[in-house]
């Protein structure tokens, strides 16, 4: 299976904002009729709650994946970036840790960045690697089915930023 960062991909993970954004912009012409002055206190709230947040995941994992292809074969994950070409072995494979927020998943998913989330794929070596959600919105079932014999852990931040 060959996963990559893809326009539908994005456009997947980008679903709630705009959901959230056609929802905001009704409400604000409700309110904007009344009044100005919450018109632009709703404006700024949805900015810096909902917008940025989104904004700001989304361009960290884009650079961290934007150039990469997984192909994901039994026992085995090939890395194929711009620059070169990696494989790894089950057995070179120490854990996978997926970073995801509370609420993903739920049916009440809180915030608009709730459905991002990454992999980060330990090697025995001490070197790791990412792969986001932007690549596919399932990694976390595909990496369980890929790899059984690896153990996966899931750690439930708030916010899934990828540090470099």
């Not at 192909?71 to 085995?76: A, E, H, M, T, Y």
């Not at 991002?116 to 025995?124: D, F, Q, R, S």
């Not at 890929?146 to 990828?162: A, D, G, L, R």
Request: hydrophobic share 50%; with cysteine.
């Amino acid at each position: 299976m060959e996963i990559k960062v893809t326009l539908s991909n994005q456009l997947k993970m980008l679903v709630d904002l705009i959901v959230i954004t056609i929802l905001f912009l009704i409400l604000l012409f409700l309110v904007n009729s009344a009044n100005l002055n919450w018109g632009c206190l709703l404006l700024i709230l949805y900015f810096f709650i909902f917008f940025l947040p989104v904004l700001l995941l989304h361009i960290n994992y884009l650079k961290e994946n934007k150039d990469d292809i997984f192909i994901l074969k039994s026992n085995r994950i090939v890395r194929k970036s711009s620059l070169r070409t990696s494989e790894y072995s089950v057995e070179e494979i120490k854990g996978i840790v997926l970073f995801m927020n509370g609420s993903r998943g739920t049916v009440n998913g809180t915030l608009a960045f709730s459905s991002y989330y990454y992999a980060k794929i330990e090697l025995l070596d001490g070197s790791s690697f990412v792969i986001t959600s932007l690549c596919s919105t399932k990694i976390n079932k595909i990496l369980q089915n890929s790899f059984p014999s690896v153990k996966i852990k899931t750690e439930k931040i708030f916010y899934p930023m990828i540090d470099q």
